[in-house]
């Protein structure tokens, strides 16, 4: 079976931007602010969402700002806009599935013959898990560009993992501390329950573990 990651994203959310004038034109109260949220996705399906990007638009002159072009009065108000929006649950669609697909065979597992087998399966990744791990997620067949997933805390029924933007250099400890340090303020920590942990790690998952 071949396995085919990509990034995709959807507009999670418009609202304008009162009181500001526009950095090119001078324009007061001209702006809108939309968030975008990027998740990867497998066979065309969202795993998961990997962070949120908000882009300003100026309804008079056109111009069109995101990222590290946003001036400093625009920040503050850009990033509640994006505080605001919600992550749509259709983002974790394949996880949700996998996730419920891992409930159902845990269910089937407790309450059948195969109890102890399939109740301990899940939990041993997870509890073999440690902080400062980090994974690397390729967002496409060749590789590039990838995502790593840094492991910030594991507690007894969840693993929460930083989440950098797409990278395409090359990887080594330097490099992947300071992309998942920037990617701190834009993407913020995920959770990830025992099933969803396991399903994105263990073969033919997306997290590949780097050492
Ligand atoms: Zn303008």
Known sequence: MIFFYGT???CVATEPLPGLACAHCGTRDSLTCSVFSRYLKLMFLPVFPIGKRSVTVCRHCQQTLTGKALPEAYRAP??????????PIFHFA???LV?????????VGWFGPARMASAALPQAS?????AGAHYRIDAAPSG???????VTRVTPDSVYCNMSNPLRGPLSAASAAQALRDSVASNGARGFTAAEWHAATTAPGPFKRVD
């Open 8 to 10: 995709g994203s959807s």
């Open 78 to 87: 850009v990033q509640a806009v994006q505080s605001r929006a919600r992550t």
């Open 94 to 96: 394949a996880l949700l």
């Open 99 to 107: 996730g419920a697909l891992a409930a159902f065979i845990f269910a």
């Open 126 to 130: 997870f509890a073999a898990e440690t």
């Open 144 to 150: 590039v560009p990838y995502i790593l997933a840094g």
